[in-house]
């Protein structure tokens, strides 16, 4: 079961809430949210409302400010990311809408420019599994989560400040074992 717990002031101070799922607005519970812990499982959170603005993924263990993860604001919301078993499947596209160059990924892509010449990921279809994908190549960068739908203009979800998706991960079982 996942679990995370945040709090209002940074390193862990002040009121907390504690929750398992999807929550579209901690200031519901919390006036303010600088830090968190994750006790177990893998998280999105979101500066803004309802999983918009800037995410960042979390899994097991503590942050203690988000200003220095890339945070420009305290945490507005979370989504709970559900382990997924099997296989993983999603098809990328160079252009918005399903246009431009197609190709199928079943495994993480640290460059869509050195696998498959592409300079840019503006819209997907996530068939099977739950993938973040990154604004720069090698994982760097800004972060997006989707999960199994159709993506047709990444641009205008979440994150209206990334031009352009490169390098895609999946999220394993084991989110211990990942990188950030």
């Keep these: 079961m996942a679990k995370i717990i945040f709090y209002e002031d940074r390193n862990f101070q002040g009121r907390s809430y504690e ?28 500066d803004r409302s309802n999983f918009q603005g800037n995410q960042y993924f979390v899994r097991r263990g503590e942050y203690g400010d988000y200003q220095r993860m890339g945070m420009s604001d305290s945490v507005r919301s979370c989504r709970n990311i559900p382990m997924h078993k099997g296989q993983f499947r999603m098809q990328v596209y160079e252009r918005e809408n399903f246009g431009g160059q197609m ?7 640290d460059s869509i ?38 993506y047709r203009n990444l641009r205008e979800m979440g994150n209206s400040s990334v031009n352009r998706y490169t390098s895609m991960r999946r999220v394993l079982d084991s989110c211990e074992s990942q990188h950030h």
């Design 103 to 109: 190709h199928e990924m079943m495994d993480d892509c």
């Design 19 to 46: 929750t398992s799922s999807d929550c579209p607005e901690l200031t519901s519970y919390l006036s303010r949210c600088n830090s968190c812990r994750v006790e177990s499982g893998c998280f999105m959170v979101y």
């Design 113 to 150: 420019q050195d696998r498959y010449r592409m300079s840019d990921c503006q819209s997907c279809n996530v068939m099977e599994g739950h993938w973040l994908m990154y604004e720069q190549p090698h994982f760097r960068g800004r972060q997006m989560y989707v999960r199994p739908g159709e």
